[in-house]
């Protein structure tokens, strides 16, 4: 078998998404982490982009992107995680295409920079969860995007989906009970031990330290909801 390497920022979620793909296929793979504001030259030499994921091969090939990696593990290795029929696997990759949508208005709200820029943002959230929730309606009964299957759309959604469980615990959101296909869907996510790099109690310190360094507006609250949480 091939010899992985994984580069990441630790809390990255688009890092997450192809470590979750490596573990939903039992591959052994080396999770290496470097510090955003300090890239090291040996990353610079490998990454076109500058940027994480980086999935290096045989210490020859360096893949970049994180969809571009999802799909080359799941035509490469088994068990294939992409519906085989040709229409449901457009229409997983027309959603999994709709992430960096879902994702942008979690992200926007965890680093708005002011009060009036975390509620402007926080106001567009239901937009999104909305359309994933008529998405899952159509898919079937769960647990997953295409029902009883895993797949590569839930592998794409878990790191965001964890992250807004992550906010919402710093200062109540209160939007995904009034979804509740993506509530249960967003469950069973979390509790499945692919979703996790790292202990989960572990990672939301993190996810919260994050948010501290960047001086972001939520912030303010981290330390009130680790007390209420004790």
């Known amino acids: 078998m091939a ?3 994984l580069v990441s920022f630790e809390t990255c ?4 998404r192809a470590a979750i793909v490596l573990r939903e296929k039992n591959v052994p793979f080396e999770f290496r982490h470097i510090e955003p504001d300090n890239r090291p030259d040996w990353f610079l030499a490998i990454s076109p982009h500058k940027k ?3 999935l290096r091969i045989d210490d020859k090939v360096s893949l970049f992107e994180s969809n571009a990696i999802a799909e080359y593990l799941d035509e490469t290795i088994a068990p294939r995680l992409h519906p085989e029929d040709p229409i449901e696997r457009a229409i997983n990759r027309a959603w999994t295409d709709y992430v960096p949508t879902f994702a942008d208005v979690v992200t926007a709200t965890a680093y708005a920079d002011s ?3 975390y509620n ?3 106001a567009k959230i239901p937009g999104p969860f909305e359309r994933i929730e008529k998405a899952l309606e159509k898919q079937g009964a769960g647990p997953f995007f295409n029902g009883a299957k895993y797949s ?3 592998a794409a959604y878990a790191p965001f989906l964890q992250r807004y469980h992550f906010l919402d615990r710093v200062k109540k959101l209160g939007y995904i009970e009034n979804f509740p296909r993506l509530k249960a869907w967003g469950d069973t996510l979390l509790k499945r031990s692919s979703t996790h790099s ?3 109690a572990e990672f939301e310190a993190k996810y919260r330290e994050n948010l501290k360094r960047r001086k972001k507006w939520v912030s303010k609250f981290v330390e009130t909801a680790k007390v209420a949480a004790e």
């Open 115 to 117: 009060e009036e820029e």
């Open 52 to 54: 994480v994921p980086v």
């Open 3 to 5: 010899k992985y390497l």
């Open 152 to 154: 590569l759309v839930d």
């Open 13 to 16: 979620p688009w890092v997450q």
């Open 120 to 122: 402007k943002a926080a």
């Open 198 to 200: 790292f202990p989960e």
